[in-house]
């Protein structure tokens, strides 16, 4: 087979990309936060970062193709050594808190996956109530996992493919689910829609406010993450100086038109009011109770009876925690070691301490993975003991860490784009995929880029501040914060040590 033959085309191309981006879970998010408002920003996410980010991605990875370090390389390239590895700290800290946040989710999976809804709620061990049961769970599932990876038993992360195939087949239900529902209803709403001006505000008293609905941005955003994975592949694509833009765009339109069917789907079996907006319904089982219930909607419409209908509601949210459960653990155990690899190996030993460095005889930087484990470990207590202490329900803790989540993955964003002009005024590199090649229409979409991605993190910020919550303002950024001093101390140190 020669090379042409191997090398990518469009199709190839945007499949790779729509399998990489699009989320089925952050669907039910977007709509338990804004019904069907989010449709704009999602599409606004879109227009405005997904399409002009991941051709700036395409270039860093097609030029520094050869590098290790992926972000810090690229990066690193770009701007100060100090500052490239104080973003990627921050960016690592993203993956920390991501941890800290599935390793509860799994929990709620499990649940699910027993007895048909998350039962979380009434979980006590050794009398602790149940946010610090599912928190002690969690460390030790954290733990476990950490030590089996150290031990090169990763073997287990092949389960994501089967997560991934039962993930796919859950939009296909959705679709078709929601399609039966609508003729059966003769095209009626569950989530009826008044006015255009639906498509625009929220649903949620908490995105009600212009500020509440700007943040909301960075839900947007988030779900469009995972761009910088793609930039490498410019190099197997068959020309691609068409290929890639023509791919991006397509798979633009895909996705962003993906996200808004699947959100406006969820409002043909849910109504905002009745099912969503209760006490036991969180950021944690949002995606099993909306499928619950487009499962007790379905039977209801085919004329099962009652008792049918919950049955087939049960097994809905049954089968779906069982796709997201492989889906999590899977991604679990790479995701543990691999950010933390590549960082470590891709940015000079010389600003790490010797044992951070060490690799053990399976491969894997163990001190380096205990010590991200005990930092997990932590926060993930940390923040259960406050949210007890506060007085405070899993709703407002599973709120906290996704506002934690989405505001560490997309600040390091804040740098890749902001690096990218000193990028362009590199001329020692050989650049096989060039995106932008005027000037002026870089700096405009850079700076523009740059503004969307400043706003909908500063808003986010601010927002539980305006609104007097001080705990959720802390959270959000404590994160990114107390990573970015780490590193600027551990870097200050090591330049120290060895000047």
Request: glycine share 8%; aromatic share 12%; proline share 3%.
């Amino acid at each position: 087979m020669s090379d042409t033959q191997k090398k990518l085309t469009t199709g190839p191309l945007v499949l790779m990309i729509f399998t990489t981006i699009f989320g089925f879970a952050n669907t039910p998010v977007a709509f338990q936060q804004m019904g069907y408002g989010a449709i704009l920003w999602y599409l606004l996410g879109a227009i405005l970062y997904f399409l002009p980010s991941s051709m700036m991605y395409a270039e860093y990875g097609s030029a520094l193709k050869e590098s290790k370090g992926g972000l810090y390389s690229w990066l690193d390239a770009s701007i100060s050594e100090r500052w490239s590895f104080i973003a990627t700290f921050v960016w690592l800290s993203s993956w920390v808190i991501w941890q800290v946040m599935i390793s509860q989710k799994i929990c709620i999976t499990v649940s699910t996956v027993l007895f048909g809804h998350d039962t979380t709620g009434s979980w006590n061990l050794l009398g602790l109530g149940s946010t610090l049961t599912v928190a002690l769970i969690s460390v030790l599932m954290v733990v476990a996992i950490t030590w089996f990876v150290s031990h090169g038993m990763d073997s287990i992360a092949k389960i994501s493919t089967i997560g991934g195939y039962a993930v796919m087949a859950l939009n296909a239900v959705l679709i078709i689910a929601s399609v039966i529902i609508l003729f059966a209803h003769h095209f009626h709403l569950a989530q009826p829609v008044h006015s255009i001006t639906d498509f625009a505000k929220s649903c949620n008293p908490a995105f009600e406010s212009p500020i509440g609905m700007v943040s909301f941005m960075i839900y947007a955003i988030f779900a469009y993450g995972g761009l910088e994975s793609i930039g490498g592949v410019t190099d197997s694509l068959e020309k691609p100086e068409k290929t890639f833009p023509k791919g991006i765009v397509i798979s633009t339109i895909i996705i962003g038109v993906g996200y808004a069917l699947n959100i406006f789907f969820w409002g043909v079996s849910t109504n905002w009011n009745h099912v969503i907006n209760h006490g036991n319904v969180n950021l944690g089982n949002i995606v099993y109770v909306l499928m619950e219930n487009l499962g007790v909607v379905l039977g209801q419409s085919l004329g099962m009876s009652t008792h049918a209908a919950v049955i087939l509601g049960t097994l809905f949210s049954r089968l779906s925690a069982l796709g997201m459960l492989f889906a999590y653990l899977g991604a679990f155990f790479v995701l543990i070691y691999s950010p933390l690899k590549s960082f470590i190996l891709g940015s000079p030993k010389r600003l790490w301490p010797e044992k951070v460095t060490r690799l053990n005889k399976k491969g894997m930087p163990a001190t380096a993975l205990w010590i991200q484990t005990t930092i997990v470990c932590v926060l993930i207590l940390g923040i259960a003991v406050t949210a007890v202490l506060i007085h405070q329900d899993a709703k407002f803790l599973y709120s906290v860490l996704t506002s934690m989540s989405n505001v560490a993955t997309t600040l390091p964003y804040l740098f890749l784009v902001g690096a990218f002009p000193f990028f362009k005024k590199r001329n020692d590199l050989e650049r096989p995929f060039v995106a932008y090649k005027n000037k002026h229409v870089m700096w405009v979409v850079v700076i523009v880029t740059l503004i969307v991605l400043a706003i909908a993190n500063g808003f986010t910020i601010i927002n539980p501040f305006l609104q007097k919550d001080l705990v959720s303002g802390i959270a959000t950024i404590i994160g990114p914060l107390a990573f970015g001093i780490l590193a600027w101390l551990l870097y200050s140190h090591q330049s120290k040590r060895q000047s």
